[in-house]
């Protein structure tokens, strides 16, 4: 099963991930931390209230995989993250780039299918250890676009959070790259960083939301 590729897992017991497993903490605390901005806004937010509660959902899917590494705790994992990039793209480009809702959709649809194709492509020219990562470098690439669009658009700020956002996923991917490739040099693994750095990540791009000018 796809568990035992991580550099902490050495057995199939529950708590044989318990760094990877713990981490996960990170997006419970992003979704929590991301609710009272919610409440002090004028009006409800139901696009973001309903992402924040998808960042949970991300944490409780991904812990079930570090502890259960089976098929259906890895489409637990999987599928939600898939889902919050899907929707906060399409988010994105509505309301920090001012498409329509139908506009928006189409291109969060179209992102999301040139991520796919782009992973396909980089993934045979990776070492082995690194291909699991090649299926996020397409949402590394639209981060960096959203942020310049948006200070192109005019709204610097919401372009500078983004760009932040950026960095820590690119740290993020980082720490996930190298989990197999260092397992000699850190028996333990790097994934939990990934983990981390994401919680972080999903904050910021939470917070993004929220603060963007309403038009």
Known sequence: MQGSSYCERLDGAFWAEPLNAVSNVAFLLAALLAFPL????RHRDWPVEGLTALVAVIGVGSFLFHTMPQRWTLLADVVPIQLFALCYFGLALNRFLGLSPLAAAVGALLFLAACFGLASVLSPLLPAGMRGSAGYAGFLIGLAGVALAARLRGDGATGTRIAVAGLAFAASLSFRSLDSVLCGAVPFGLHWG??????????????????????
Do not use: K
């Not at 919610?38 to 806004?41: A, E, Y």
């Open 194 to 215: 990934w983990h981390l750095l994401n919680g972080l990540l999903l904050y910021l791009l939470l917070r993004a939301a929220i603060l963007a000018p309403r038009t």
């Open 38 to 41: 919610l409440h002090r806004q």
